[in-house]
């Protein structure tokens, strides 16, 4: 008993207080299958348990009980009859025949494809138990060679009834869709739905396996032949094993149709042509015969050689006539070829010599094969000189590269290690650098748009872009590009467009948008502005004149030398108010001689009306307000006060 065996906690024990289980013989995605002893009955059974993961699912346990239900109400001898279905705590099983055996899979990985008088009667077989089923109402949905028995007294029978359905409730998704691809109906893949000219689709895939040996779509994932079901017809069986009878072919060919409309109603309408085809060819299903068996083994010793216990009545088991029991002479094939064993050895002694001389004739003779050596990094004449002295020829294929300098070996093709007869050619591929590329104008893009727009041309763009204030060009818009090639030299510049190389690095200049006006704040409100666009504020500030800002506001920022960056230090100009001048004194001069003086000075005279009704000679300036030596804006009136003289 295997590590596995002995570690399986149910070996030895008591189910339902009447099942004593003996060994574990099969293990599947939903259950695990025990060969087990019917203390009640006294009889061997197999003892079908549902993985205990699965036990709190209620699908999985509807679905384990509809097995029971579905096979239950089958009563055909190529059926495997389940006897019982139960709960122990939280373990689901059920009770089934003992069917000691093979599955179709195990003599098809044997055997490969069977001959037409095997396939004619393992289909006959299969197709009358599902024509019981299809007759009951009951659709198998999972109708492969892993579910075809084949008992070692010649009995066929299909079982694993799992995915069963009534007919009426045709729709299958979701986990409902556990049939293995490789025999789903394309209805199942394209609708979801099925019926029982599903399982007529499964049995006409399962049919071309057995006369060719390989199933009819393949592919590394299973939706590539999930789609072949879905779009492809399958094709004669012939086209594979030219000794298929055309009858034959007709029949798998009638089976697969993809539209279900065009296939066999049922398995009992497949039966019916399957049998007119044995009329045809001569060929009949292996005769099977029953015969009585009045006692078994008392299993408590599983095979220990016991005392065997009649029960009260006997009953029948079906068995193989030997002549015909083409399953069991299978069977037996398998065993005989161990008797072959000293043939074999002379076989193998015989082949010694042979193998000797052909081993000298292609390991050191003329027919000897060579290595590719590894050339990589080499130039292509130091690449083409090794692969000369092993007498293989060189051709050169230049490849752009990102890694490999230019001019240096990247591979070889075939590669590095493989054996080839001597003068055959190998492909050197010689790295040409990194390739060329064309970039449009750059000027223009938004910054993300430009990124996007290098790296998909592989050129190298910094993670942070330098910035300039400017108000010609909005915010986060690239003002400038310039790339500077991989392997050095002065940088490109690619505002409007230029030609470069793979890898390259690009820098660009993103305008910052306008620098803010601060002009009529304050010294701190704008310092704030300022600082959060990343311009840095001096401390010291410088004062200006103005007639429109009032004194201790900010007039604006100190000149540059250029455009502004994030993180450059401005300075800040602030009013000192308008700028004051001395009043000239007009004291003692005429009317016209003050007024005169004071329009040089930037001042407006101002004296009452009737004062130029009187000759300039006559007046004299006596007081004036402000005062003489006062500082005041221009433009600032003074009032004056005259006299008359003489």
């Known amino acids: 008993m295997s590590t596995s065996q002995q570690t399986d906690p149910l070996i030895g024990r008591l189910v339902d207080g009447r099942y004593r289980v003996r060994a574990r013989i099969a293990r599947g995605g939903m259950a695990t299958v025990y060969v087990a002893t019917d203390l009640r009955l006294e009889r061997r059974i197999a003892l079908k348990v549902m993985h205990g993961h699965l036990s709190d699912d209620s699908i999985f346990q509807s679905r384990f009980i509809q ?4 096979a239950a109400r089958l009563a055909d001898p190529h059926v495997v009859n389940v006897f019982d279905q139960g709960q122990d705590g939280d373990m689901a099983y059920l009770v089934m025949e003992y069917l000691p055996g093979i599955t179709l899979r195990e003599l098809l990985r044997e055997q490969r494809r069977l001959t037409v008088p095997q396939t004619i009667t393992i289909m006959d077989a299969v197709l009358s138990g599902l024509a019981a089923a299809h007759r009951a109402h009951i659709v198998h949905r999972d109708v492969k060679p892993e579910n075809v028995l084949l008992a070692e007294d010649g009995r066929i029978k299909i079982g694993d009834f799992g995915l069963a359905r009534a007919t009426t409730a045709n729709t299958a998704t979701g986990q409902m869709l556990l049939g293995t691809i490789a025999y789903l109906a394309p209805e199942l893949v394209t609708r979801g739905s099925a019926d029982a000219r ?44 030219p000794g298929v009878p055309e009858p034959l072919d007709e029949l798998v060919l009638w089976a697969t149709e993809r539209n279900p409309d065009e296939r066999p109603d049922d398995a009992r309408v497949m039966l019916d ?27 408590d010793g599983m095979d220990s050689g016991e005392v065997t216990k009649v029960l009260p009545g006997a009953f029948t088991a079906p068995t193989v006539t030997p002549e015909v029991d083409n399953t069991t002479r299978l069977r037996r094939r398998t065993k005989r070829n161990a008797t072959k064993g000293a043939w074999i050895i002379a ?4 082949l010694a010599g042979l193998a000797a001389g052909v081993g000298w004739w292609f390991g050191s003779g003329p027919g000897s094969q060579v290595a590719v050596p590894g050339v990589a990094g080499l130039s292509f004449a130091e690449a083409e000189a090794q692969l000369a002295e092993l007498t293989l020829q060189a051709v050169e294929q230049g490849e752009n590269n990102l890694e490999v300098p230019a001019g240096e070996v990247i591979r070889t093709d075939p590669p590095e290690g493989s054996r080839l007869d001597q003068d055959e050619t190998v492909t050197v591929f010689v790295s040409l650098g990194p390739a060329e590329v064309s970039l449009n104008a750059l000027a223009g893009m938004s910054e993300a748009q430009a990124r996007e727009y290098l790296e998909q041309n592989i050129v190298n763009v910094p993670e942070e872009a330098a910035r300039e204030f400017r108000d010609d060009v909005e915010r986060d818009v690239v003002i400038a590009a310039s790339v500077t090639p991989r392997a050095g030299g002065d940088p490109i510049d690619c505002t409007s467009g230029c030609t470069v190389h793979a ?12 620098v803010p006006d601060v002009s009529d704040t304050t010294v701190e409100s704008a310092t704030r502005t300022l600082d959060e666009v990343g311009l840095l504020v001096a401390s010291d500030t410088i004062g200006e004149w103005s007639s429109d800002i009032d004194k201790g506001r900010v007039i604006g920022i100190a000149g540059t030398d250029g455009p502004l960056r994030p993180g450059d230090t401005v300075t800040l100009v602030v009013s000192d108010g308008p700028e004051l001048f001395e009043i000239p004194d007009v004291t003692g001069m005429t009317r016209e001689a003050a007024a005169g003086a004071l329009r040089d000075a930037g001042f407006e005279p101002s004296y009452q009306a009737f004062w130029n ?25 003074v009032d004056l006060t005259m006299n008359l003289t003489g």
Do not use: C, F
């Not at 393949?218 to 789609?227: L, N, V």
């Not at 049998?275 to 099977?288: A, C, K, M, N």
């Not at 200049?509 to 306008?514: F, I, N, P, R, Y």
């Open 67 to 70: 097995e029971a239900r579905a």
């Open 198 to 241: 599903s399982d007529i689709y499964a049995l006409g895939i399962m049919l071309y396996e057995m006369l060719t040996g390989e199933q009819p779509y393949k592919g590394e994932q299973p939706m590539q032949i999930a789609y072949q079901h879905a779009t492809d017809s399958v094709p004669r069986p012939s086209a594979k094993n």
């Open 273 to 299: 042509r399957l049998r007119e085809i044995e009329r045809d060819l001569g060929v009949s299903p292996q005769v099977v015969r029953t015969a009585p068996v009045g006692v078994l083994p008392e299993d």
């Open 347 to 350: 076989a193998v002694l015989l």
């Open 503 to 514: 890898d390259d690095s690009a820098s660009l200049l993103v305008s910052a948008g306008a």
């Open 613 to 637: 009704a009187v000759p300039d000679g006559l007046t004299e300036v006596t007081d004036m307000s402000p005062g003489a030596g006062e500082w005041y804006p221009r433009g600032t009136r």
